[in-house]
C-alpha cells in the first residue's frame, strides 16, 4: 500500500462507505478495494481502486468526492469505473480501456472478482461461471490475457481460475467439488462443462 496524505484519507473513506457491507461468501466487502489498493504503483491509482465502488455502491457522489480534495485524475477514473444504468458492459469497458487509471483498477478488479476460489464452492452456481467468462472477455478488452495462469478448465464446472500447479494439490475441483480422473482437461469446451455442471447442480 502507498501511504500518503490521500491515500489515507481514501483509506479511512473505503472503510467507512463498505464497513456494513460483505461479499457474496459473507466477508467484509472492504478486503476486496484494499487488496486492489495493495497492487497499484501510484499514489492517484491507490485512491482510485480504494474508492472504485463507493460511488455505484453507496450515497457518496463524485462531487463529494472533488469537495474532498481528490485529484482531477482520480475523479475521472473513478467516473468510468462507475457503471451507468443501461450503458452495454463492454461499451463501459472499452471506454475505461482508454484511461491508464482506471484500467489499471479494472485490470486488478477483474481478475480479483474472477477468482471463483474465494467463494464456497458449494454456494457456486452456473451463472458464476457465465459471469466469470464474462469478465475473462472484459480482461482481454483491456489489453490482458485472463488465461496467462489459468490454463485449464475443470471437466464439470468450467471453472478456470486454476493453473496446473494450483490443480495438482486438489484432489477434487476446489470450485464444484467434482473429483474424477478427468477432472482437469483442455479439450473440454465451456458449453460442455456448464452442462455438465447445471446437471449436477440440479442434482
Given at each position: 500500500?502507498?501511504y500518503t496524505?490521500?491515500?489515507?484519507k481514501?483509506l479511512?473513506l473505503?472503510f467507512?462507505a463498505?464497513?456494513?457491507q460483505?461479499?457474496?461468501?459473507?466477508?467484509p466487502y472492504?478486503?476486496h478495494?484494499?487488496?486492489l489498493?495493495?497492487q497499484?504503483?501510484t499514489?492517484?491509482?491507490?485512491?482510485?481502486?480504494l474508492l472504485?465502488?463507493v460511488v455505484e455502491d453507496?450515497?457518496t457522489?463524485?462531487?463529494d468526492l472533488?469537495?474532498?480534495?481528490?485529484?482531477?485524475?482520480?475523479?475521472?477514473a473513478l467516473?468510468l469505473?462507475?457503471h451507468?444504468e443501461?450503458?452495454?458492459?463492454f461499451?463501459y469497458v472499452?471506454?475505461?480501456s482508454?484511461?491508464?487509471i482506471a484500467k489499471?483498477v479494472?485490470i486488478a478488479?477483474l481478475?480479483?472478482?474472477?477468482?471463483?476460489?474465494?467463494?464456497n464452492?458449494c454456494?457456486?452456481?452456473?451463472?458464476?461461471?457465465?459471469r466469470?467468462?464474462?469478465?475473462?472477455?472484459?480482461l482481454?478488452?483491456l489489453?490482458?490475457?485472463?488465461?496467462?495462469?489459468?490454463?485449464?478448465?475443470c471437466?464439470c464446472?468450467g471453472?478456470t481460475?486454476f493453473?496446473?500447479?494450483?490443480?495438482g494439490?486438489f484432489?477434487?475441483c476446489p470450485?464444484?467439488?467434482?473429483?474424477?480422473?478427468?477432472?482437469v482437461?483442455?479439450?473440454?469446451?465451456?458449453?460442455?462443462?456448464?452442462a455438465?455442471f447445471l446437471k449436477?447442480w440440479a442434482?
Amino acid at each position: 500500500m502507498i501511504y500518503t496524505e490521500k491515500t489515507k484519507k481514501a483509506l479511512a473513506l473505503c472503510f467507512e462507505a463498505h464497513k456494513e457491507q460483505v461479499d457474496k461468501s459473507g466477508l467484509p466487502y472492504v478486503f476486496h478495494p484494499f487488496h486492489l489498493a495493495e497492487q497499484m504503483k501510484t499514489e492517484n491509482e491507490t485512491i482510485t481502486a480504494l474508492l472504485h465502488d463507493v460511488v455505484e455502491d453507496t450515497d457518496t457522489s463524485l462531487e463529494d468526492l472533488s469537495k474532498m480534495g481528490f485529484d482531477v485524475s482520480v475523479i475521472e477514473a473513478l467516473s468510468l469505473l462507475t457503471h451507468q444504468e443501461g450503458v452495454d458492459y463492454f461499451d463501459y469497458v472499452r471506454e475505461i480501456s482508454k484511461n491508464e487509471i482506471a484500467k489499471a483498477v479494472k485490470i486488478a478488479d477483474l481478475t480479483h472478482n474472477s477468482t471463483l476460489e474465494r467463494f464456497n464452492y458449494c454456494e457456486i452456481t452456473p451463472w458464476d461461471i457465465e459471469r466469470q467468462q464474462k469478465y475473462f472477455k472484459a480482461l482481454e478488452i483491456l489489453g490482458e490475457n485472463p488465461y496467462k495462469s489459468t490454463h485449464l478448465r475443470c471437466a464439470c464446472c468450467g471453472a478456470t481460475t486454476f493453473n496446473k500447479d494450483y490443480v495438482g494439490a486438489f484432489d477434487t475441483c476446489p470450485i464444484c467439488g467434482f473429483n474424477d480422473e478427468d477432472l482437469v482437461t483442455t479439450d473440454i469446451t465451456l458449453e460442455e462443462a456448464k452442462a455438465q455442471f447445471l446437471k449436477k447442480w440440479a442434482n
